[in-house]
């Protein structure tokens, strides 16, 4: 069991299939609604196989069976935060490029390895809460009393958070 960065395989199909809309809400056509959850431990089981969100059967216990942040006094809400995609996806070079806007969790008390961006917008034919991509911090990072922020990298190959060559 571990957190292995990657873009999931379902997205990979589902994209091809019209299950995913990367636009910007204000698009024609709008986008998709995103989320980003956080887990607290390298022994989460996320990778490329990693199909759905799946929230955990009790939040409120440390660690969770998913090993989703607890949200008991943490400053994190079960599921995690919707992201807001900043730009219609563009190319850089020959490579597709989605940038999100940066997403914080304001008075923050917990430890975070790794994360899920996934996606929660109904369309017939598909499940809800597709998986996106998973990213493994490298390491535990912890806040206490404080502002725990995921800064997403430029809009451009080799750095855009989600890119298709």
């Keep these: 069991m571990a957190i292995t960065s990657a873009i999931c395989n379902s997205f990979k199909t589902e994209i091809l299939q019209g299950g995913h809309n990367l636009n910007t809400s204000g698009a024609t056509p709008g986008g998709n609604t995103f989320k980003l959850a956080l887990y607290s431990s390298n022994s989460a089981t996320l990778s490329k196989a990693t199909t759905v ?6 939040a409120t216990a440390d660690p969770t069976n998913t090993y989703e942040v607890t949200t008991t006094s943490s400053g994190y809400t079960g599921g995690g935060n919707t992201l807001t995609v900043s730009a219609n996806p563009t190319l850089s070079t020959d490579t597709a490029c989605v940038k999100f806007d940066n997403t914080s969790w304001t008075s923050a008390s917990f430890t975070a390895r790794g994360c899920l961006i996934y996606n ?23 806040v206490t009393s ?15 958070i989600i890119q298709i060559a």
Aim: contains cysteine.
């Design 120 to 142: 929660t917008t109904a369309i017939s034919g598909f499940t809800t809460n597709r998986s996106v991509c998973v990213v493994n911090f490298g390491s535990d990072k912890t």
């Design 53 to 58: 969100y799946t929230a955990p059967t009790d």
């Design 146 to 160: 404080g502002t725990f922020t995921i800064e997403f990298p430029a809009q451009t190959a080799g750095n855009a």
